[in-house]
């Protein structure tokens, strides 16, 4: 999602107490617990487009700490707005390209990925681009603490193909894996709906999701 660039959506996030302004992202690795003031586990949404889902994960789960992720500041901004008449003292943004997370989250301190409709990056050259990648896998596996969770659903099924390919390469195995998400009824149970996935599910497109417990990673053995 790709939104018309909107004069002044920069100085706009950069005002809200809800977004970590740029300068200071590189100073958040290791300190969540921090920011957020308390020891709940942090569960971040990796292109989070204008945040309904991660906004509805907040709300409901106030014991959880939401970080929701978006590369551009005119989508990002949508989430903002929608914030301005909410107080939400578990839910932060970042405006960065997520390429860079390894420099924002330290080794193990987040407890569950989500991957809502990742763009689809359809030619073979810009594959390393696509957020649920072998590249991409290899960051998440620094950051994810032991037994952390990576959840990931789109509507597109040769993104989703691509995505299981990945995984065993990347030494990752899902633990739940559906090709039909909204006729399942025990993985419906808590499903909270993206922008996409209303979209795409309204107009019948069959929604696939995986679910991976990380037992072994890399910064588990550190
Ligand atoms: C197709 S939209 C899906 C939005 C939302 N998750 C949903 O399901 O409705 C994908 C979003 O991911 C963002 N995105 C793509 N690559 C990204 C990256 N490397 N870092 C951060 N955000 C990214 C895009 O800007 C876009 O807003």
Redo the contacts with the bound molecule.
Sequence with gaps: ??LRNITGSREVIAESPYVIREELQAGCAGRWKEIFDNVNPIHI?????KG??IHTMAKENPDINYVG????SS?LLRAVQKMEKEELPNLKFLR????EITRVFGPREVSRIYL????PWPKDRHAR?R?PSREFLARYDVILEQNGRLEFKTDNRALFDFAVDELVPAGWTASVLTYDLHHDEVLMQGNVM????EKFSSLGNPICKYVIIRENNKTAEL
Excluded at 96 to 99: G, R, V
């Design positions: 999602m790709r949404e990796i292109g989070m487009g309904k889902f992720i978006e590369k551009y989508v960065m390209d997520a390429e809502n409709f990742s763009d681009r957020l993206t922008e996409y996935e």
